[in-house]
Each structure stands twice: as C-alpha cells, then as structure tokens.
Nanobody
C-alpha cells in the first residue's frame, strides 16, 4: 500500500518562506515522475513543479524563480522550498508519484497540506 504524507504547510505572511515535505512508503513501482500540485476551491488542481525521470524539472510559470523542488537520493521524499510567497500561492498542496509496475500504471497522491499566505 502506497502512502504519501505531506507536511510543512501553514499560515504565513506574504514574502515569507515555507518548505513542504512529502514522505513516501510502500512504493514498489518504477517512478516516472515526482511532483507537487496545488488546488484552490472551485478550480482545477494545477501543476506546481515536477521532476520527470531522466528529464528536466518543470515549474509552473507563476512559481519560477521562487519555488524549488527536490528529492532525497532514494526518491523516498520530495520537498518544495517556497520563497517569496504571494497571496495567490494560497492553496492545498499535494505531492504526486507516478510510475509503472509489472501490471499497471500508478498515480499516487498525498492527502494535501494547506498553505495560506496573508497580505
């Protein structure tokens, strides 16, 4: 059973920083991509940053230069360093692991962590 657990969210003022963490367990598939997404009520979940296997890290235009995604060496955890936070960064942030096993594709999500940025 795959489990992804996010932490590090909270309430901060605009301009401050937060570091989100996502720890994984039970992953037995070949990882194709690891990333962070976010969602606000009434809107679709959107990509924040993603590390594809063997490819270049992708960032949403709105976070380029402010956010940095990284993993540990074993890819058991993924982090999102968020600097220069803006009110519009307020959302629930989710980590996502995608990959393939011998029988099927895996698309796993964490439960989300709330980030609220006040002006």
């Amino acid at each position: 059973q795959v489990q992804l657990v996010e932490s590090g969210g909270g309430l901060v003022q605009a301009g401050w920083s937060l570091r989100l963490s996502c720890t994984s367990s039970g992953i037995t598939f070949v990882i194709n991509a690891i990333g962070w997404y976010r969602q606000v009520p009434g809107k679709q979940r959107e990509l924040v940053a993603e590390i594809p296997s063997g490819g270049r890290t992708v960032y949403a235009d709105s976070v380029k230069g402010r956010f940095t995604v990284s993993t540990d060496n074993a890819k058991d955890a993924v982090y999102l360093q968020m600097n220069g936070l803006k009110v519009e960064d307020t959302a629930v942030y989710y980590c996502r692991y995608q990959g393939r096993g011998p029988l099927r594709w895996y698309d796993e999500w964490g439960q989300g962590t709330q980030v609220t940025v006040s002006s």
